[in-house]
């Protein structure tokens, strides 16, 4: 699909990682809806791209369905927002699951069904999942995270086979550790020497590349850590005994400790 001329609906796009999307997004010529919680993030941001904000929290399950009617056309719809959820599910309370899944999975589903009715419609368009490496493989500590980004894949893949008849393409995006911005960076986890990361222009440039090319999936990782993925999803017992003894659940732990409080 070409970007130049589209307009484009970007969830989370007041983030590190959202802001680079929206960047990459209007260097490709697209027009931007960008969304987001924070207003005094979102509205400059527009203002520099030539898009519009729209201040919205999908934690509110009354969202999603607004946000589309004020969007109006959306020709591309970019899935970025997300909650941290790493940790022990004993650590979480019943209504921080329930924001975990509207935000991560309920949401993404809502919008997505509102969006490719329109471009069924048209013949035209293109879904974007931004997910996480945890939606392929399993860890220590993230249960409901992992259950929100597997969910999200499932989705994604099945929604691909029956929107492909009618000219609108689904893709997903599979960060590993992306430095500089996002949950991973927020959280200030040490990873181990031998794990790299990625930035969150690679993020935006495969996200691009997935809509026009459209591509089902994209890692977007080094070589070690897709590796890994591919592992886990064959052989999610040896993934995780592997995981054990490189000291996975300390990066997990990490993880959560450090977003405990944003979730």
Known sequence: MDLRGANVLLTGATGGIGQALARALAGRGARLVLTGRRADVLEPLAERL????????????????????????VDVLVANAALPASGLLSEYSIGEIDRALDVNLRAPIVMAKLAAAQMADRGRGHLVFVSSLSGKTASGHASLYNATK?????????????????????????PGFIRDAGMFAEAGVTLPRGVGTRSPRDVARATVRAVERDIAEIDVAPLGLRIGARIGGVAPVLSAAVQRRAGGHRISQGLADGQRGKR
């Open 50 to 73: 030539g898009g519009r904000a729209i201040a919205a929290d999908l934690a509110d399950r009354a969202t999603a369905e607004s946000l589309l009617d004020e969007a109006g056309r």
């Open 150 to 174: 597997f969910g999200m894949r499932g989705f994604a893949l099945a929604l691909r086979e029956d929107l492909r008849p009618h000219g609108v393409g689904v893709s997903t995006v599979f």
